[in-house]
């Protein structure tokens, strides 16, 4: 999640973005009404337990898109989903006399106010359990607080004041409460905006699983941050301008021995954060590293942060104003031309694919879980396990008080379409499909496809994809400003209703515009990139194919150099065995690395494995050897951060 103040950005805007990562989470988006009193509202709103996968709601009181009559799948499943207890309904609260109306999906997004939010999960002291299971207390989880602080607040302080005043007094749980260590996902962050100020929201689940701890603090003007997994507010000042919080934040960490008035301050880190470990620390790291780098080049920070990055500041002021479409390319970083590229390497394949699997073990597999849980990739920004992304802009002065740029599947290869704050429902390419089932009609799944035949090619096909991601999104916003333009005129003469008309069907087009172009692409990429050929020009009248090369680095790991030894099946081995030859071959790999300093990846192979000429011995001993050696070549060459 990352968020620019007013000053910031070029128009004088805030933005605020988040990338919704999660490989199961419904990836449809509605539209919630709004009402007032004098449409006599339901005297209290439902608080439902959360659930990302399809349909993340079946329910009447809310978007349409959640609706019983909006479900797609077999009668069976329908049939299933729509019983009337697919939803949990863990509580309720008093309704108050207004909803703002919002644009939803898995989380709020933003409202017709222009109050937007962006989502980050953090680690944390404590965790809960929701009501329902097993003796959870807390009701509320981030997601249906991000709802009803954008249901209720016509500014950010107004939508921070009613999550936290919610979280403190019905009880704050993390919606991985199915996870043995419930503090893993038991703080959230909660970037939020409105078009004259940008706020940071930590919420923290508290020692008795029925209430919660919260802070919020406001980015100076002209200043940009990003969340990524943790919290970042250091002290915390009570009676202060640029300061919210909860009324037990210092009464909670006394309790439980995590500060004292002695102290000073009370910091927020340090108080409340979870100590990550080697591993979780860069993932979080390593994309405040890429961010803070790309707009402030100036500004020297170190790769090796401590586990909970305290050399980071808490916002930077970047060398020139941002514009939304910069923030579009942040959302898409993949670590590009940094000594963490994720385009290359032995991990990326011969083609340079940047996605990077979820290690996780499974039966029968080769890499117990143990040895993975001792590693991992470097995390990009967009990856290939996002459910949507949203780039939210709120604005003082525009036709429309805000704009949410969406994209679906992962922002990289996918397009940025806008829905505005006050129009109507969401358009049908947005609100359509499941992960069950292809759906032509969705825009979601031309993204998907885009990106799965794009990245198995990624070197060479990448050209094109971004070549036609920039030719649309150069398109839609000169149509933009054009429609904006006409919205404007309508709006001076009165007429308010149409000129939000005029948006709507913007948006609409837009969105069958995008369906459309990453269609045609995705036809376009299976024509020039298969079975390892490229067709040059598909307009040209004599055909001309060339063929794929494999880099030498990678002809050098995967054994080309020597075919016989590569092809050797190893002996079948119990799950026992196969743990402790993986152990094994970590050691040899470490006793390996002075040799490989300084060497090519052939030499540094050939150190590790005993095989003269780099030779590549199958098995998991070799294979985490190898890699580990390379890594160790790739860092001192390119001075990367430790190897993990």
């Known amino acids: 999640?990352?968020?620019?103040?007013?000053?910031?950005?070029?128009?004088?805007?805030?933005?605020?973005?988040?990338?919704?990562?999660?490989?199961?989470?419904?990836?449809?988006?509605?539209?919630?009404?709004?009402?007032?009193?004098?449409?006599?509202?339901?005297?209290?709103?439902?608080?439902?337990?959360?659930?990302?996968?399809?349909?993340?709601?079946?329910?009447?009181?809310?978007?349409?898109?959640?609706?019983?009559?909006?479900?797609?799948?077999?009668?069976?499943?329908?049939?299933?989903?729509?019983?009337?207890?697919?939803?949990?309904?863990?509580?309720?609260?008093?309704?108050?006399?207004?909803?703002?109306?919002?644009?939803?999906?898995?989380?709020?997004?933003?409202?017709?106010?222009?109050?937007?939010?962006?989502?980050?999960?953090?680690?944390?002291?404590?965790?809960?359990?929701?009501?329902?299971?097993?003796?959870?207390?807390?009701?509320?989880?981030?997601?249906?607080?991000?709802?009803?602080?954008?249901?209720?607040?016509?500014?950010?302080?107004?939508?921070?004041?009613?999550?936290?005043?919610?979280?403190?007094?019905?009880?704050?749980?993390?919606?991985?409460?199915?996870?043995?260590?419930?503090?893993?996902?038991?703080?959230?962050?909660?970037?939020?905006?409105?078009?004259?100020?940008?706020?940071?929201?930590?919420?923290?689940?508290?020692?008795?699983?029925?209430?919660?701890?919260?802070?919020?603090?406001?980015?100076?003007?002209?200043?940009?941050?990003?969340?990524?997994?943790?919290?970042?507010?250091?002290?915390?000042?009570?009676?202060?301008?640029?300061?919210?919080?909860?009324?037990?934040?210092?009464?909670?960490?006394?309790?439980?021995?995590?500060?004292?008035?002695?102290?000073?301050?009370?910091?927020?880190?340090?108080?409340?954060?979870?100590?990550?470990?080697?591993?979780?620390?860069?993932?979080?790291?390593?994309?405040?590293?890429?961010?803070?780098?790309?707009?402030?080049?100036?500004?020297?920070?170190?790769?090796?942060?401590?586990?909970?990055?305290?050399?980071?500041?808490?916002?930077?002021?970047?060398?020139?104003?941002?514009?939304?479409?910069?923030?579009?390319?942040?959302?898409?970083?993949?670590?590009?031309?940094?000594?963490?590229?994720?385009?290359?390497?032995?991990?990326?394949?011969?083609?340079?694919?940047?996605?990077?699997?979820?290690?996780?073990?499974?039966?029968?597999?080769?890499?117990?879980?143990?040895?993975?849980?001792?590693?991992?990739?470097p995390r990009g920004i967009s990856i290939h396990r996002t459910a949507y992304g949203s780039v939210s802009q709120a604005r003082g002065d525009a036709p429309s008080v805000g704009i949410v740029w969406l994209a679906q599947h992962s922002p990289r290869t996918a397009l940025y379409v806008p829905l505005f704050a006050e129009a109507g429902e969401v358009p049908e390419a947005l609100r359509v499909g499941s992960h069950f089932k292809f759906e032509p009609r969705s825009f979601y799944w031309y993204s998907c496809m885009v990106s799965n035949w794009g990245k198995k090619f990624y070197r060479f096909a990448v050209g094109d994809i971004l070549e036609t991601q920039a030719a649309f999104e150069d398109q839609q916003q000169a149509d933009l400003a054009t429609a904006e333009k006409k919205a404007t005129k309508l709006i001076k003469s009165g007429k308010r209703a149409a000129a939000i008309d005029v948006l709507q069907r913007f948006s609409e087009t837009q969105a069958a515009k995008a369906v459309s172009t990453w269609s045609d692409l995705f036809y376009r990429l299976v024509a020039r990139f298969h079975d390892g050929n490229i067709v040059v020009d598909t307009a040209a009248v004599k055909l001309d194919v060339r063929r794929m090369s494999y880099p030498q680095y990678w002809l050098n790991a995967s054994g080309f150099f020597n075919p016989i030894k590569s092809a050797a099946a190893p002996p079948a081995e119990a799950p026992a065995a196969q743990e402790q030859r993986a152990a094994g071959g970590v050691v040899q790999a470490a006793q390996a690395v002075e040799a490989a300093v300084g060497a090519g990846v052939g030499e540094a192979t050939a150190t590790a494995t005993g095989t003269p000429g780099g030779g590549f011995v199958s098995g998991v001993m070799v294979t985490v050897g190898v890699v580990a050696v390379w890594k160790m070549v790739e860092k001192r060459r390119k001075n990367a951060y430790v190897s993990i």
């Open 1 to 377: 999640t990352i968020i620019a103040a007013p000053g910031a950005t070029i128009d004088g805007s805030a933005l605020v973005t988040h990338n919704v990562d999660c490989l199961n989470c419904d990836f449809r988006l509605g539209k919630t009404p709004a009402f007032s009193a004098k449409e006599r509202p339901p005297k209290t709103r439902n608080v439902y337990l959360y659930s990302p996968i399809y349909p993340r709601k079946v329910v009447e009181d809310r978007a349409k898109t959640w609706r019983k009559s909006e479900l797609e799948g077999t009668e069976e499943q329908k049939e299933a989903w729509g019983a009337g207890n697919w939803s949990v309904k863990t509580g309720e609260v008093p309704e108050v006399g207004r909803r703002y109306g919002l644009i939803e999906a898995d989380y709020g997004i933003m409202n017709e106010k222009g109050v937007a939010m962006g989502e980050s999960t953090c680690y944390t002291r404590f965790g809960s359990l929701p009501r329902g299971v097993r003796d959870g207390k807390a009701l509320f989880s981030i997601a249906e607080l991000s709802m009803i602080g954008l249901e209720r607040g016509g500014t950010a302080r107004e939508a921070i004041q009613v999550m936290g005043d919610a979280a403190v007094k019905h009880g704050f749980y993390g919606e991985d409460y199915d996870d043995a260590d419930l503090a893993m996902s038991g703080g959230e962050t909660l970037a939020v905006i409105d078009p004259t100020e940008a706020w940071i929201f930590h919420v923290a689940c508290d020692h008795t699983g029925a209430s919660a701890v919260w802070a919020a603090q406001r980015l100076p003007h002209g200043h940009v941050t990003i969340v990524a997994n943790q919290f970042i507010i250091r002290e915390v000042h009570k009676n202060h301008p640029d300061f919210m919080h909860s009324e037990n934040l210092w009464s909670v960490a006394e309790l439980n021995h995590l500060w004292t008035p002695s102290d000073g301050p009370l910091d927020f880190v340090k108080v409340y954060a979870g100590e990550p470990d080697a591993v979780l620390g860069p993932y979080s790291s390593l994309r405040r590293w890429a961010v803070f780098r790309r707009l402030l080049p100036s500004l020297e920070l170190p790769v090796h942060a401590t586990p909970r990055s305290l050399e980071y500041p808490f916002s930077i002021e970047p060398a020139a104003k941002v514009s939304v479409r910069d923030f579009f390319e942040l959302m898409r970083l993949q670590h590009e031309n940094s000594p963490f590229d994720l385009t290359t390497g032995v991990a990326s394949g011969p083609h340079g694919n940047p996605d990077r699997y979820d290690p996780f073990y499974y039966p029968g597999g080769e890499t117990p879980d143990s040895v993975l849980k001792t590693g991992a990739f």
